[in-house]
């Protein structure tokens, strides 16, 4: 691979923040933190008969006047939305792209998926495809509690799969899209042939072990543990082993056998792609296939130095946080 495909690249602008449902365009985010209380809230949505868990951040109430844009994180296979985008480490700071995210002014919304979390289970695998009709299921909500249809979407790992194959179901309702350690095909990653060698496994079971040492593994895996504070390991585990040892095991079959999933082709949004320079769930060769087919010429691809698979997690969290508020705070471009 050249030098040029190996650096970060940056195509064009886009539209900036969409107006969704309001008849006029969102307040734009801040252009650098702002101080204030950190409101929060939790929501349900229902999936048939499955109670899906929402979770709202914002700096302030809601009130009347500009609404503030609208950020979904959308979590990945192994652990639950809030241990994923709001944990909190003792003694450590900024662990919540939600308060980071809150902080630059935006409205911060992410759930658990059906069989994660604080979420009911419908007994599926939770698969892409589950995965998809969960979020169908939130986004009226959060239409209704933000008056805005097109929030902008983040998600890491099989969160970003999550997330593109939802923004290819229902394009109208994402504005800008933004994926973190994001498989295509998967080919030539160490971690999905690893996985690939599991398969009858996967099959056997709608739910797999992830237990304190799988969730060790994560950090380790990739061969740079020396990327991640072990205080911040140990305070994942702990909120996450109150949900049990066990979490379903449909995306991990999704991403061993059943790639690609998503259609680039498909994707109608700008879309912002990172990959942790050590990140074995990827390739450039293959991500850089699924970015040259994207139609929006407001595209993004940026590899991160000295990060590996779990970049939000990493001691270099900060580039991963600098790389998304550029991107969904974007001006728009000129006609």
Sequence with gaps: ????????????????????????????????????????????????????????????????????????????????????????????????????????????????????????????????????????????????????????????SSGGIRAAAYAQAEPEHVGRLALAAFTYKGNGAAEIERRRKKIAQLRASPRRKRDAKMIRSIFTRDGHPEFYDPAMVEALIADEMKFGDEVPSGTYLDMAANMPIVDPTKIKSPVLMTRGEFDGNSTNTDLLDFFGQLPNGDRQFVILPQTAHSAGYSKNRHLLFYALHNFFAEPPASA
């Design 1 to 156: 691979m050249s030098e040029h495909d190996r650096r970060t690249l940056l195509k064009g602008a886009g539209l900036g923040i969409g107006a969704g449902m309001l008849s006029s365009l969102s307040a734009p985010a801040q252009a650098s933190p702002t101080a204030g209380e950190i409101w929060s809230s939790e929501y349900w949505a229902k999936k048939g008969d499955v109670k899906l868990w929402l979770w709202r951040k914002r700096v302030g109430a809601p009130s009347a006047g500009p609404a503030k844009p609208v950020v979904f994180l959308v979590h990945g296979s192994s652990n639950s939305s809030r241990s994923s985008y709001d944990l909190t480490v003792p003694g450590k700071d900024d662990y919540s792209l939600m308060n980071v995210l809150a902080r630059y002014g935006y409205d911060v919304w992410t759930m658990d998926h059906d069989g994660y979390g604080h979420s009911g289970s419908s007994g599926n695998n939770s698969d892409i495809a589950s995965s998809v009709e969960d979020l169908k299921a939130a986004m009226p909500v959060v239409m209704n509690e933000t008056g805005q249809d097109k929030p902008h979407f983040f998600g890491t």
